[in-house]
């Protein structure tokens, strides 16, 4: 499942309470993979960005998806000049209003090189947190699902400085193993369980269970009702939330008893709303 996001503006009070389980989810996957535009193959970079920002002053923020479209056809068809698109951002040719849009339109270019770009960009001093943590959210659902990918989101995870960029990571890692397959989705499998079970403080776990329930994967159903009994309010909240994501036939159960037991407004509303979740995805699979 995923929801709409404001990759625009984060803002919150706390970093450790910021809520980014809705960082991964930019569009539709409907919206992903248009088919490149043979006419645009040869435009300079320069028209190129004319006409992406000729979008925002004709559309304002109604612009970010066309505008998005544009330029990750332009991109497929002139894959060479991704790398450009990242030095113009540095030099900030590219206004404030558009960088959503932009790190959109190089995940759905889906290009080697525009992977190039995401794996520089998520590392990069010159650009913002929030900008790095763009780049990390658009590498995880960026074409086909690469260990090397997978090894710089776990790298972010693990031991960027920024908070934002570290926790948006691992949500990419979770995203990512609910879209790699063979030995890559097991090697994701595993490390999203470890990663859970090696968590020592509230704000691991609920990182953690928030990563696993983007995997949307039933395996991980008996250990998120393991969560369901921990101590900490928020994270049987986010246990039931991620349950949420799971098959209704595999994970209803599991929330209406929980549903019955719980005692806490924070955690009866969570889990009301994993079971809203599941009602949905319910009704449209039938």
């Known amino acids: 499942e995923r929801r ?6 984060i803002a919150f009070a706390s970093l450790e309470d910021a809520d980014f389980r809705d960082a991964l989810d930019l569009v539709n996957e409907t919206t992903r993979e248009e088919p490149a535009d043979p006419s645009l193959a040869g435009m300079e970079c320069a028209v190129a960005m004319a006409n992406f920002h ?7 923020k109604d612009a970010v998806l066309p505008a ?3 330029l990750a056809r332009w991109l497929r068809a002139n894959p060479e000049l991704a790398g450009q698109l990242l030095d113009e951002l540095r030099q900030g040719k590219f206004s404030q209003t558009t960088h959503a ?41 960026h074409g086909e699902p690469t260990e090397v990918a997978m090894n710089a989101l776990l790298e972010r995870a693990r031991e960027d400085r920024s908070s934002m960029v570290s926790t948006v990571s691992r949500l990419g890692l ?16 595993a490390l999203l369980g470890a990663e859970l ?12 269970i928030d990563a696993i329930g983007n995997a949307a994967d039933d395996r991980f159903v008996p250990k998120l009702t393991e969560q369901l009994a921990a101590s900490e309010p928020s994270v049987r909240a986010h246990a039931a939330e ?14 209406v008893g929980h549903l019955e037991a719980e005692q806490d407004p924070q955690v009866v509303s969570s889990t009301l709303d994993g079971l809203a979740a599941l009602d949905r995805r319910s009704s449209q699979l039938t």
């Open 4 to 9: 709409e996001v404001t990759t625009a503006n």
């Open 54 to 60: 000729s979008l925002f002053d004709e559309r304002g």
């Open 68 to 70: 998005a479209r544009f």
């Open 101 to 141: 849009a932009l790190f959109l339109a190089i995940e759905m270019a889906g290009t080697e090189q525009t992977r190039d770009v995401l794996l520089v960009a998520m590392e990069d001093a010159e650009l913002s947190e929030l900008n790095r943590a763009r780049a990390a959210s658009a590498l995880a659902d």
């Open 174 to 189: 979770g995203t990512m193993a609910g879209r790699a397959e063979g030995e890559l989705g097991e090697e994701l499998h």
């Open 197 to 208: 079970d090696a968590a020592e403080s509230r704000a691991d776990a609920v990182a953690a």
């Open 242 to 255: 991620a349950l949420g994501r799971m098959s209704p036939e595999v994970a209803r159960d599991t929330l």
